[in-house]
T-cell receptor, first 114, second 113 residues
Framework: AQSVAQPEDQVNVAEGNPLTVKCTYS??????LFWYVQYPNRGLQFLLK??????LVKGSYGFEAEFNKSQTSFHLKKPSALVSDSALYFC????????????FGTGTRLQVFP | GAGVSQTPSNKVTEKGKYVELRCDPI?????LYWYRQSLGQGPEFLIY????????DSGLPNDRFFAVRPEGSVSTLKIQRTERGDSAVYLC???????????FGPGTRLTVL
C-alpha cells in the first residue's frame, strides 16, 4: 500500500537559518510528489511538485525540494527561514498511473523563531 | 482569479441529522476531489469526480456518505444520519485535469454533537 511518512511532528528553527522538513514515501510505481502548506483556518496551499526530470524542484516562497529515488525521500528545504513560514506542512504522493487521489503524511509543524 | 470556495465554513449539527456540504471549484476545472481531515491528521481521500461522474469513490467510509456533481461544476457532499465520528474538516479540491495540481478550498468544519 502507498504511504507517506513525515517523521517529525514539529521542526523549530531560528529566523535566517536554513530549514528542512523531512518526507519519505512508499509506493509501488513511479510517484508524483507534492508539498502543501496549511495556515490556521485556511485550506491547503500548493508549494511545489515533482513529476519527472530534474530532482531539485523549486516552488513558491523560496521553497525547494529534492527527490531522492534511492532513499525514497522528498525533503522540503529553504535556505533562510522567515517567521512568516511558520505553518503546518504536508507531503503528499500520488501514482503516475492513478493520479486521482493524493495520499498525505500526518504533517509537520514548522515554528520559526525571531 | 477566484479559488475553490466551500460553504458553509462551519456546520454544527446533532447526531442523526442530515447535512450537505457544498464545493464550488475553480472555473474550468474538470476534476473535483473531496477529502476529510481529522484533528492532527493529514487529509484523507473520499471521492473524485471527472466531469459529472464519480470516477473513484473508494474513500467514502460507508453508505451514509454520498456526493454528486450533476452539471460538472458545483459538487455537494451529503452525509446521512451523522455520527460524532464524522466531525472533521471536509476539504474540496479541483484541478484542470486529472494529472494536474489539486487546488484546495478553505474547508467546512463539521461538528456533530
Amino acid at each position: 500500500a502507498q504511504s507517506v511518512a513525515q517523521p517529525e511532528d514539529q521542526v523549530n528553527v531560528a529566523e535566517g537559518n536554513p530549514l528542512t522538513v523531512k518526507c519519505t514515501y512508499s509506493v509501488s510505481g513511479n510517484p508524483y510528489l507534492f508539498w502543501y502548506v496549511q495556515y490556521p483556518n485556511r485550506g491547503l496551499q500548493f508549494l511545489l511538485k515533482y513529476i519527472t526530470g530534474d530532482n531539485l524542484v523549486k516552488g513558491s516562497y523560496g521553497f525547494e525540494a529534492e527527490f531522492n529515488k534511492s532513499q525514497t525521500s522528498f525533503h522540503l528545504k529553504k535556505p533562510s527561514a522567515l517567521v512568516s513560514d511558520s505553518a503546518l506542512y504536508f507531503c503528499a504522493v500520488s501514482l503516475s498511473y492513478n493520479t486521482d487521489k493524493l495520499i498525505f503524511g500526518t504533517g509537520t509543524r514548522l515554528q520559526v523563531f525571531p | 482569479g477566484a479559488g475553490v470556495s466551500q460553504t458553509p465554513s462551519n456546520k454544527v449539527t446533532e447526531k442523526g441529522k442530515y447535512v450537505e456540504l457544498r464545493c464550488d471549484p475553480i472555473s474550468g476545472h474538470t476534476a473535483l476531489y473531496w477529502y476529510r481531515q481529522s484533528l492532527g491528521q493529514g487529509p484523507e481521500f473520499l471521492i473524485y469526480f471527472q466531469g459529472t461522474g464519480a470516477a473513484d469513490d473508494s474513500g467514502l467510509p460507508n453508505d451514509r456518505f454520498f456526493a454528486v456533481r450533476p452539471e460538472g461544476s458545483v459538487s455537494t457532499l451529503k452525509i446521512q444520519r451523522t455520527e460524532r465520528g464524522d466531525s472533521a474538516v471536509y476539504l474540496c479540491a479541483s484541478s484542470p485535469d486529472v494529472r494536474d495540481t489539486q487546488y484546495f478550498g478553505p474547508g467546512t468544519r463539521l461538528t456533530v454533537l
